[in-house]
């Protein structure tokens, strides 16, 4: 179990390090490291050139999640751990210093594959919040939340998936520490990805 683990979480790690989003602007001629937030996952990339691009650096992300999940399940390697493999790698990147995205993207691949049920009510909250407060990390905070509850209330997927969540979405919370602290002090910026900034 340890063995398949391992090589499961470091398959989803391969694919979580990949820095689309970064690569993207790059090659657009920006460089998000020194743009918007600074962040290189998709929702500053949405900032600093408009919606196409958030939609593209979004599903790329969010295929970084899912296709090394359905790899491992079709190799019968435990799926969670890919799963937490490629999203610890898009948080922590090594690339980048262990500097990397939210992970919300990259979750929300995970929780497609994973859980389908759970993640289409955990996505509706995140579109709700987002369009009633237009502010994408209260979203991305609420997605993650909803997620926790909602596959326990569907009893969805197996008992550890279901706590590989729970850790995944504590992961989440803390790599918005800032933007918490910001929004209890009612200073988080609210983001239009639907143009450019």
Not at 82 to 88: E, H, P
Not at 127 to 134: G, I, P, R
Not at 166 to 190: T, W
């Amino acid at each position: 179990m340890i063995v398949s683990c391992t090589i499961a979480f470091f398959l989803g790690a391969c694919f979580g390090v990949i820095p689309f989003s970064y690569l993207i602007a790059r090659i657009r001629g920006t460089n998000l490291r020194s743009t918007g937030s600074g962040n290189i996952g998709a929702t500053n990339l949405g900032r600093a050139m408009g919606l196409p691009f958030f939609i593209i650096g979004f599903i790329l992300d969010g295929l970084k999640g899912l296709v090394p999940v359905i790899l491992a399940q079709n190799l019968a390697y435990p799926a969670a751990c890919a799963g937490a493999g490629a999203i610890l790698g898009h948080i922590f990147n090594p690339l980048f210093a262990f500097r990397g995205g939210k992970g919300v993207s990259t979750t929300i691949g995970v929780a497609l594959a994973l859980m389908p049920r759970s993640f289409v009510v955990a996505m509706a909250v995140w579109v709700v919040t987002y369009l009633v407060t237009s502010i994408v990390s209260l979203a991305s905070l609420a997605f993650a939340v909803s997620l926790v509850l909602v596959s326990f209330i569907f009893a969805e997927a197996t008992p550890f998936d279901r706590i590989f969540i729970i850790v995944m979405a504590f992961f989440i919370i803390v790599a918005h520490r800032a933007n918490i602290a910001r929004l209890l002090q009612g200073q988080e910026p609210k983001t239009n990805i639907w143009r450019k900034q």
